[in-house]
């Protein structure tokens, strides 16, 4: 069973860097066509689509993000990491890691169970 | 990228089928198959029920269906049952590589 987890802190203060890791199990960071994406949803609101990143190093990232948007994996460790900069309270959300399905675009189909991340 | 369009709300009563919108643009849902649909409860996690407009997952129930028309996929549920009252999220490629999700839909089971 794929399985995912979201762990960092719980509270930044504006301006810092927050730093999310997912760590996985039960499939590979490397293999061809894998990809895991970021999704946030702040408290009470809908799903933001944050960013991707495939087996291959490739990553896409939301416009309304770049530039303040990283994401990077640890294949030894099998971990994939969030770096978000420069936080605002806007940021404050819970940040889900997911995998996506194999052969579909931007299906997610196995999710962490969320981190939620207060700016202030 | 702007969200899909949902609606608010809808509601139903047990048995009856209730189908939600998602409205987006010629560059996502119009141009593509690939809508996701994802079911959320409150403080639960999102469960993926539609792939790829009308795909099922193994052991998501057939009373979810997905379909589209023009710049608009929807989520019909048929049969309603109390445990399908959730928010309701649908979500697009983009064709510029990117991912959209909608406002969110509530479902209330009346």
């Known amino acids: 069973q794929i399985t995912l987890k979201e762990s960092g802190p719980t509270l930044v203060k504006p301006t810092q860097t927050l730093t999310l890791t997912c760590t996985v199990s039960e499939f590979s960071l490397t293999e061809n066509g894998v990809g895991v994406g970021w999704i946030r949803q702040p408290p009470g609101k809908a799903l933001e689509w944050l960013g991707i990143i495939y087996w291959n190093d490739d990553t896409t990232y939301s416009p309304s993000l770049r530039g303040r948007l990283t994401i990077t994996k640890d294949t030894s460790n099998n971990r994939v990491v969030l770096a978000l900069a420069n936080m605002d309270p806007v940021d404050t959300a819970t940040y889900f890691c997911?995998?996506?399905?194999?052969?579909?675009?931007?299906?997610?189909?196995?999710w962490g169970q969320g981190a939620p991340v207060t700016v202030s | 990228q702007s969200a899909l369009t949902q609606p608010a709300s809808v509601s139903g009563s047990p048995g009856q089928s209730v189908t939600i919108s998602c409205t987006g643009t010629?560059?996502?849902?119009?141009?593509?198959?690939?809508v996701s649909w994802y079911q959320q409860h409150p403080g639960k996690v999102p469960k993926l029920i539609i792939f790829?407009?009308?795909s099922r997952p193994l052991g998501v129930s057939d009373r979810f269906s997905g379909s589209k028309s023009g710049n608009t996929a929807s989520l019909t549920i048929s049969d309603l049952q109390i445990d399908d009252e959730a928010d309701y999220f649908c979500?697009?490629?983009?064709?510029?590589?990117?991912?959209?999700f909608g406002g969110g839909t509530r479902v209330t089971v009346l």
């Open positions: 979500c697009s490629f983009v064709s510029s590589g990117l991912g959209v």
């Open positions: 997911a995998h996506k399905r194999s052969g579909t675009y931007y299906t997610f189909d196995y």
């Open positions: 790829d407009l009308n």
């Open positions: 010629s560059e996502d849902v119009g141009k593509f198959h690939f």
